[in-house]
C-alpha cells in the first residue's frame, strides 16, 4: 500500500476512536479533527477527484428498487461521484460503497441521499399536517423515527426539512411546509433538524441512527409569484428578513448539516448564483459551517434564468455562489476542471467545497466504518416498526383540524348499523400517504374507508361509493350516491385534492375543490338533511381550501390534510370519538382564491377595512376576512380563557417578559387546547404586522381542569428590523395578545422603557 494511503487509513482511525471519545457536546461536523482528516485527503486528490466529491448523481428505478445509473459503478471506481440520490436498501448501499471503498483509488466513501420528506416507508402526516399539531415534540419524534428507518435502508442524508414560508397556498409546495407563519416554521424547522439529526446541533451525527438534514429552499421559494412553482420571487428586504429567512436561519441555529439552495431569484439574482444569501448573509451573518448543494438541475437552471451564457459559465457562478454539491446536472463534473485549469476559478473554492464533503463524510463516521449504514438485519427490524406505527397514528391524529361542529354533530354514535363514505378520496391509499411518501406504499396505507370499516366492525354496513372523479367535472355519479345517503344512517363525504395536486410541480390557480365535489357535496348534504341523517365532511389536501358553501351547509367539517399510512384509523378515531381533535391551521382559509395572498401577519395600511368606509382597504365582492383564520381549530370540549396577566407593566427595552392566562376546560371532556400568544408594537419606526406569533403551548385539560399557561418571551420577540434594518428592541408599547386562534384573543399591554436596544447590526446590503 503506499504510504500516504496508509495515513489515510491512520487518520480514519484517529477519526474512528475521536469519534467514540467524542462528548455529546460536540458536532463532528465542525470538529479539528473532521478539519484534519479532510486535509490530508484533499493533499492526495487530483482535481478529477475533488469535482467527483462534489458531483451527486440520481438512480434510477427499477423493478427490483432504485439502482445506480448507467456508468455509476464506473464512475464509482474511477472517483468521479461523491454522492447519489435516491438510491437505498442496505445490501444495495453496501455492494456500492465496496467499490467506493474498495476499488477506488482514495477509497472514500459514498452519502446516499433521499427526500426523507415525512416518513420513510412509515408514513406520518405531510409537514403542513404535523405543523398543525402546534406539537414540536411529536414533529421532532417523527423526524427522528424517519431517520432510523431510513438509515437502516443505506440512506445517509435527506433533503429536508422545507421550510418555505408560504402565503400563498395556489403553490403547491405549501403542502411540505409550516404553513404562513415565520415563528411557527422556526420552531417547526428546529424540531426538525434536532429529530433527523438525532440531537441538538450536530451532537448526534455519527450515530448509526443519525441522518444528515438539509434546510430548503433557499431562500424565499415559497414566495413565488402568482403561486406558480419555480417562479421569480419580488420581496422587499424587510419582508424577506422578518418573514421569510427566520425558518432557515432556526435550522442553521439546531445545526442543520446542510443547505439547499432554491430554484427562484430573489429580485433578478437567482439564489444558485447569489454570494449575498449564501456568502453574506448564511456564512458570514448566520456563521453557518456545513455544505451547501444546489437543487436538482439549480445550477444548470442559470442558462435560462438568463445569468449564464452556457454550462462553463452557469458552474463558475454556482460555486463562486457557495454551492458545493452539484446535484444531478453534473455541470461541475463536465466543466469545472477547465475552469479551473483556465485560471476563472481559484482552486482554493473548490478545495474548500471538497473539505466540506468530507466533513460531512467523517461527521457521519464513514470514514471509521463505511458499512455503518448497511446493515439488512436492521432494515428488516425498522421498516413498519410497530413503535413507528404507533407513533405515526398519534402523529396523524393531532394533525387534524376540526373546522366546524354545529349541533355536536360530531363523534358519531359507535353502533351505527349502516354508514355511507361517499367521495373520490375515501379510498385512496396514495392520497392518505401525500405527496413525499419516499418508499411509502399506498396498499400499506389505512384509508378512510378502511379506517371507519375496522372503527365499526363486521356488524356495521359500509358503502363506498365515488360519487365524482377527483377534478374533471362529472355528475353522473351523483345520484349513487343519493341513494347511498338513502339507505344509511349517516354519511361521511371524504373530498379534496389527490396527492399530487400538491407538492412540487403541483400549483393550482384555483383554491376551490376540484371538479364536481363542491356539488356533490351540497347534493349529498342536502339528501342527508332531508333524511335528517348526520353528515360530516372529511377534507384531504395538502393547501389550504376555498370551501365557503361548505361551510354554511356542512354541518360538520374535519381537516386531515394526507396523514401517512394511518390516515383513516386516525380519522375513524376522531370520527368516533376515540380522540378528541386539538390541530389547529397552520395556514389562514381564504373564502376565495382571489383573496390571496391572504395572511393574519399582514400590516395595518393607512386604511384598514372598515364596514362603514368605502374608502378603506377591502373588496366590493367579498369580506376582507378569511375563511378560517390562522391558529383556528375546535375541540369536542370547550375552553375558557381567563385572568390575562404580565409579570410587569413595564420592562426595559431587552428584558424578558412573562405572560400568563388560566385555561379551563369548561366541556364534558378530556380536551387538547393550543393556547398561542401574539405581540404587535403598535407604534414603531416601521409598520409593523397586525399581530404575530410569538409563542404557542398545546396543553392537554380533562374536564373542569384549570391550567395556568405560562410564557416567557425575550428581547428578540419584540425587536424589528428597523430603517437602516438593524434588528432593534424600541421602546414603545407593545398588545400582548393571548387566546385560542389569531382573531380570538384577549389582549393587555405592556410598556417598554430605556433606549432602543440594538440586538444585531446592519442587515447585509442585497447585491
Ligand atoms: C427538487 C426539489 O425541489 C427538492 O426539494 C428535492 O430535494 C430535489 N428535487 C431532490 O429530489
Redesign the pocket.
Same mark, same amino acid.
Given at each position: 500500500m503506499p504510504s500516504q494511503l496508509t495515513r489515510i487509513v491512520c487518520v480514519a482511525a484517529i477519526g474512528a476512536s475521536t469519534l467514540n471519545a467524542q462528548t455529546p457536546r460536540q458536532s463532528p461536523l465542525t470538529s479539528a479533527r473532521a478539519s484534519q482528516l479532510a486535509d490530508s485527503i484533499l493533499r492526495l486528490m487530483t482535481l478529477e477527484e475533488k469535482i467527483g466529491q462534489l458531483n451527486q448523481l440520481p438512480g434510477r428505478g427499477t423493478q427490483t428498487g432504485p439502482r445506480a445509473p448507467t456508468g455509476g459503478e464506473a464512475m464509482i471506481r474511477t472517483g468521479r461521484v461523491g454522492s447519489f440520490?435516491g438510491i437505498f436498501g442496505a445490501d444495495y448501499t453496501r455492494e456500492l460503497q465496496q467499490i467506493a471503498t474498495r476499488e477506488s483509488r482514495l477509497r472514500i466513501p459514498l452519502l446516499f441521499g433521499l =427526500?426523507v420528506i415525512h416518513g420513510f416507508r412509515t408514513i406520518y402526516p405531510i409537514p403542513l399536517g404535523e405543523a398543525a399539531s402546534f406539537d414540536p415534540a411529536r414533529v421532532e419524534f417523527s423526524a427522528r423515527q424517519a431517520a432510523i428507518e431510513a438509515t437502516a435502508h443505506g440512506i445517509t442524508w435527506t %433533503?429536508a426539512p422545507?421550510v418555505d414560508i408560504a402565503r400563498d397556498p395556489r403553490w403547491g409546495r405549501i403542502s411540505e411546509g409550516a404553513g404562513e407563519d415565520p415563528y411557527l416554521g422556526t420552531v417547526m424547522a428546529a424540531a426538525q433538524v434536532r429529530g433527523f439529526q438525532g440531537g441538538d446541533k450536530g451532537t448526534g451525527l455519527g450515530a448509526p441512527d443519525a441522518l444528515l438534514s438539509t434546510v430548503?429552499?433557499y431562500a424565499a421559494y415559497g414566495g413565488a409569484e402568482g403561486g406558480r412553482d419555480y417562479n421569480s420571487v419580488e420581496l422587499s428586504e424587510r419582508t424577506l428578513w422578518e418573514t421569510y429567512l427566520p425558518p432557515y436561519q432556526a435550522a442553521v441555529n439546531a445545526g442543520v448539516a446542510t443547505v439547499?439552495a432554491s %430554484?427562484n431569484d430573489i429580485g433578478g439574482i437567482p439564489a444558485h448564483s447569489s454570494e449575498w444569501l449564501i456568502g453574506d448573509v448564511l456564512r458570514d451573518r448566520w456563521g453557518f459551517k456545513g455544505l451547501v448543494i444546489s =437543487?436538482?438541475g439549480g445550477i444548470g437552471e442559470l442558462i435560462p434564468h438568463g445569468v449564464a451564457a452556457n454550462k462553463g459559465d452557469a458552474g463558475i457562478l454556482g460555486i463562486r455562489a457557495g454551492i458545493d454539491i452539484d446535484?444531478s446536472d453534473a455541470v461541475y463534473a463536465d466543466s469545472l476542471a477547465a475552469a479551473v485549469r483556465t485560471g476563472r476559478v481559484p482552486l482554493a473554492l473548490v478545495d474548500s467545497a471538497v473539505k466540506r464533503v468530507l466533513r460531512l463524510k467523517y461527521a457521519l463516521g464513514l470514514f471509521a466504518d463505511p458499512y455503518r449504514f448497511n446493515d439488512a438485519a436492521r432494515e428488516r427490524l425498522y421498516t413498519l416498526a410497530q413503535p413507528h406505527l404507533d407513533a405515526a397514528l398519534q402523529a396523524a391524529r393531532e394533525g387534524i383540524v376540526l373546522l366546524k361542529n354545529a349541533n355536536r354533530t360530531l363523534p358519531l354514535r359507535k353502533n351505527l348499523g349502516s354508514i355511507a363514505v361517499i367521495g373520490p378520496l375515501a379510498d385512496d391509499g396514495a392520497a392518505a400517504l401525500g405527496n413525499w411518501a419516499a418508499d411509502g406504499r399506498p396498499e400499506e396505507a389505512i384509508t378512510v374507508s378502511a379506517g371507519i370499516r375496522k372503527a365499526l366492525g363486521a356488524s356495521a354496513r359500509v358503502v363506498n361509493v365515488r360519487g365524482a372523479p377527483v377534478d374533471t367535472v362529472d355528475t353522473t355519479g351523483f345520484a349513487m350516491a343519493r341513494s347511498a345517503v338513502a339507505d344509511a344512517e349517516a354519511v361521511v363525504l371524504v373530498l379534496g385534492e389527490r396527492h399530487n395536486m400538491s407538492g412540487?410541480a403541483s400549483s393550482r390557480a384555483s383554491v376551490e375543490l376540484p371538479g364536481s365535489q363542491r356539488d356533490l357535496a351540497l347534493t349529498v348534504i342536502r339528501a342527508a338533511a332531508s333524511g335528517n341523517k348526520p353528515v360530516v365532511v372529511v377534507l384531504m389536501n395538502g393547501r389550504s381550501l376555498a370551501i365557503p358553501e361548505l361551510v354554511r351547509d356542512a354541518p360538520a367539517i374535519v381537516e386531515s390534510w394526507f396523514l401517512g399510512n394511518q390516515h383513516g384509523r386516525a380519522v375513524a378515531d376522531v370520527l368516533f370519538g376515540d380522540y378528541n381533535p386539538g390541530g389547529k391551521l397552520p395556514v389562514t382559509f381564504p373564502r376565495a382564491t382571489g383573496q390571496i395572498q391572504l395572511y393574519y401577519n399582514h400590516r395595518n395600511t393607512g386604511r384598514p377595512a372598515d364596514p362603514a368606509n368605502g374608502y378603506t382597504s377591502k373588496y366590493l365582492d367579498l369580506p376582507w376576512t378569511p375563511l378560517f383564520p390562522f391558529g383556528y381549530g375546535l375541540s369536542y370540549t370547550t375552553f375558557a380563557y381567563s385572568s390575562l396577566r404580565l409579570s410587569a407593566p413595564k420592562i426595559v427595552a431587552g428584558d424578558s417578559l412573562t405572560v400568563s392566562v388560566d385555561v379551563k376546560n369548561t366541556g364534558d371532556r378530556a380536551g387538547d387546547e393550543v393556547v398561542q400568544l401574539y405581540l404587535r408594537d403598535s407604534v414603531a419606526s416601521v409598520a409593523e404586522p397586525v399581530k404575530s406569533l410569538k409563542a404557542f403551548r398545546r396543553v392537554t385539560l380533562q374536564p373542569a381542569e384549570t391550567r395556568t399557561v405560562t410564557f416567557r418571551i425575550g428581547a428578540d420577540a419584540f425587536s424589528l428590523y428597523d430603517r437602516r434594518m438593524r434588528k432593534v428592541v424600541e421602546p414603545g408599547m407593545f398588545t400582548v395578545f393571548v387566546g385560542t386562534n389569531s382573531d380570538d384573543v384577549a389582549s393587555t399591554h405592556v410598556q417598554i422603557t430605556g433606549d432602543t436596544l440594538v440586538l444585531a447590526p446592519a442587515t447585509p446590503r442585497f447585491r
Amino acid at each position: 500500500m503506499p504510504s500516504q494511503l496508509t495515513r489515510i487509513v491512520c487518520v480514519a482511525a484517529i477519526g474512528a476512536s475521536t469519534l467514540n471519545a467524542q462528548t455529546p457536546r460536540q458536532s463532528p461536523l465542525t470538529s479539528a479533527r473532521a478539519s484534519q482528516l479532510a486535509d490530508s485527503i484533499l493533499r492526495l486528490m487530483t482535481l478529477e477527484e475533488k469535482i467527483g466529491q462534489l458531483n451527486q448523481l440520481p438512480g434510477r428505478g427499477t423493478q427490483t428498487g432504485p439502482r445506480a445509473p448507467t456508468g455509476g459503478e464506473a464512475m464509482i471506481r474511477t472517483g468521479r461521484v461523491g454522492s447519489f440520490l435516491g438510491i437505498f436498501g442496505a445490501d444495495y448501499t453496501r455492494e456500492l460503497q465496496q467499490i467506493a471503498t474498495r476499488e477506488s483509488r482514495l477509497r472514500i466513501p459514498l452519502l446516499f441521499g433521499l =427526500d426523507v420528506i415525512h416518513g420513510f416507508r412509515t408514513i406520518y402526516p405531510i409537514p403542513l399536517g404535523e405543523a398543525a399539531s402546534f406539537d414540536p415534540a411529536r414533529v421532532e419524534f417523527s423526524a427522528r423515527q424517519a431517520a432510523i428507518e431510513a438509515t437502516a435502508h443505506g440512506i445517509t442524508w435527506t %433533503f429536508a426539512p422545507m421550510v418555505d414560508i408560504a402565503r400563498d397556498p395556489r403553490w403547491g409546495r405549501i403542502s411540505e411546509g409550516a404553513g404562513e407563519d415565520p415563528y411557527l416554521g422556526t420552531v417547526m424547522a428546529a424540531a426538525q433538524v434536532r429529530g433527523f439529526q438525532g440531537g441538538d446541533k450536530g451532537t448526534g451525527l455519527g450515530a448509526p441512527d443519525a441522518l444528515l438534514s438539509t434546510v430548503k429552499h433557499y431562500a424565499a421559494y415559497g414566495g413565488a409569484e402568482g403561486g406558480r412553482d419555480y417562479n421569480s420571487v419580488e420581496l422587499s428586504e424587510r419582508t424577506l428578513w422578518e418573514t421569510y429567512l427566520p425558518p432557515y436561519q432556526a435550522a442553521v441555529n439546531a445545526g442543520v448539516a446542510t443547505v439547499m439552495a432554491s %430554484f427562484n431569484d430573489i429580485g433578478g439574482i437567482p439564489a444558485h448564483s447569489s454570494e449575498w444569501l449564501i456568502g453574506d448573509v448564511l456564512r458570514d451573518r448566520w456563521g453557518f459551517k456545513g455544505l451547501v448543494i444546489s =437543487d436538482w438541475g439549480g445550477i444548470g437552471e442559470l442558462i435560462p434564468h438568463g445569468v449564464a451564457a452556457n454550462k462553463g459559465d452557469a458552474g463558475i457562478l454556482g460555486i463562486r455562489a457557495g454551492i458545493d454539491i452539484d446535484m444531478s446536472d453534473a455541470v461541475y463534473a463536465d466543466s469545472l476542471a477547465a475552469a479551473v485549469r483556465t485560471g476563472r476559478v481559484p482552486l482554493a473554492l473548490v478545495d474548500s467545497a471538497v473539505k466540506r464533503v468530507l466533513r460531512l463524510k467523517y461527521a457521519l463516521g464513514l470514514f471509521a466504518d463505511p458499512y455503518r449504514f448497511n446493515d439488512a438485519a436492521r432494515e428488516r427490524l425498522y421498516t413498519l416498526a410497530q413503535p413507528h406505527l404507533d407513533a405515526a397514528l398519534q402523529a396523524a391524529r393531532e394533525g387534524i383540524v376540526l373546522l366546524k361542529n354545529a349541533n355536536r354533530t360530531l363523534p358519531l354514535r359507535k353502533n351505527l348499523g349502516s354508514i355511507a363514505v361517499i367521495g373520490p378520496l375515501a379510498d385512496d391509499g396514495a392520497a392518505a400517504l401525500g405527496n413525499w411518501a419516499a418508499d411509502g406504499r399506498p396498499e400499506e396505507a389505512i384509508t378512510v374507508s378502511a379506517g371507519i370499516r375496522k372503527a365499526l366492525g363486521a356488524s356495521a354496513r359500509v358503502v363506498n361509493v365515488r360519487g365524482a372523479p377527483v377534478d374533471t367535472v362529472d355528475t353522473t355519479g351523483f345520484a349513487m350516491a343519493r341513494s347511498a345517503v338513502a339507505d344509511a344512517e349517516a354519511v361521511v363525504l371524504v373530498l379534496g385534492e389527490r396527492h399530487n395536486m400538491s407538492g412540487e410541480a403541483s400549483s393550482r390557480a384555483s383554491v376551490e375543490l376540484p371538479g364536481s365535489q363542491r356539488d356533490l357535496a351540497l347534493t349529498v348534504i342536502r339528501a342527508a338533511a332531508s333524511g335528517n341523517k348526520p353528515v360530516v365532511v372529511v377534507l384531504m389536501n395538502g393547501r389550504s381550501l376555498a370551501i365557503p358553501e361548505l361551510v354554511r351547509d356542512a354541518p360538520a367539517i374535519v381537516e386531515s390534510w394526507f396523514l401517512g399510512n394511518q390516515h383513516g384509523r386516525a380519522v375513524a378515531d376522531v370520527l368516533f370519538g376515540d380522540y378528541n381533535p386539538g390541530g389547529k391551521l397552520p395556514v389562514t382559509f381564504p373564502r376565495a382564491t382571489g383573496q390571496i395572498q391572504l395572511y393574519y401577519n399582514h400590516r395595518n395600511t393607512g386604511r384598514p377595512a372598515d364596514p362603514a368606509n368605502g374608502y378603506t382597504s377591502k373588496y366590493l365582492d367579498l369580506p376582507w376576512t378569511p375563511l378560517f383564520p390562522f391558529g383556528y381549530g375546535l375541540s369536542y370540549t370547550t375552553f375558557a380563557y381567563s385572568s390575562l396577566r404580565l409579570s410587569a407593566p413595564k420592562i426595559v427595552a431587552g428584558d424578558s417578559l412573562t405572560v400568563s392566562v388560566d385555561v379551563k376546560n369548561t366541556g364534558d371532556r378530556a380536551g387538547d387546547e393550543v393556547v398561542q400568544l401574539y405581540l404587535r408594537d403598535s407604534v414603531a419606526s416601521v409598520a409593523e404586522p397586525v399581530k404575530s406569533l410569538k409563542a404557542f403551548r398545546r396543553v392537554t385539560l380533562q374536564p373542569a381542569e384549570t391550567r395556568t399557561v405560562t410564557f416567557r418571551i425575550g428581547a428578540d420577540a419584540f425587536s424589528l428590523y428597523d430603517r437602516r434594518m438593524r434588528k432593534v428592541v424600541e421602546p414603545g408599547m407593545f398588545t400582548v395578545f393571548v387566546g385560542t386562534n389569531s382573531d380570538d384573543v384577549a389582549s393587555t399591554h405592556v410598556q417598554i422603557t430605556g433606549d432602543t436596544l440594538v440586538l444585531a447590526p446592519a442587515t447585509p446590503r442585497f447585491r
